[in-house]
């Protein structure tokens, strides 16, 4: 994957996204976004590790593509990538990052266009029905 942005996450205040925790480094990861559209997170070596959280089970990552409803932890510090990607889009609101939904909402789009396809059906049966019954 080659990466169209990459942001730096840590301590540091001249980090893209600036975390103030005493367990997150001052340069404790990176975050990119590929061509594809997909999150990469990248821990940087960290003292303190980076984690995913996964039924409250946190797993140590060294890289890990992400979405926007994961829940990540920099040393002691846990945050929702929700929260990271805002900040990114916060601070650099001129760059074309897209704002992936979820999968929850590709399900809702999906069950919106079924209702369209029902709704055109039924329209369908009913002027069938009318030509039919007044034809």
Request: net charge positive.
């Amino acid at each position: 994957m080659e990466p169209q942005c990459t942001f730096t996450i840590g301590r540091s205040p001249n980090c893209d996204i600036h975390l103030v925790d005493d367990s997150v480094s001052r340069h404790h990861a990176t975050l990119s976004l590929s061509d594809e559209g997909r999150w990469l997170l990248k821990d940087s070596g960290s003292k303190y590790k980076t984690f995913i959280i996964n039924s409250d089970r946190a797993v140590v990552v060294r890289e890990v593509d992400i979405s926007s409803t994961d829940t990540l932890r920099f040393g002691n510090l846990t945050v929702t990538a929700r929260e990271l990607l805002e900040e990114v889009w916060r601070k650099f609101p001129r760059l074309s990052i897209p704002r992936r939904e979820s999968r929850w909402g590709k399900v809702r789009e999906l069950l919106a266009n079924f209702a369209w396809v029902g709704i055109g059906a039924l329209a369908a049966v009913l002027t069938v029905t009318f030509i039919w019954i007044w034809g």
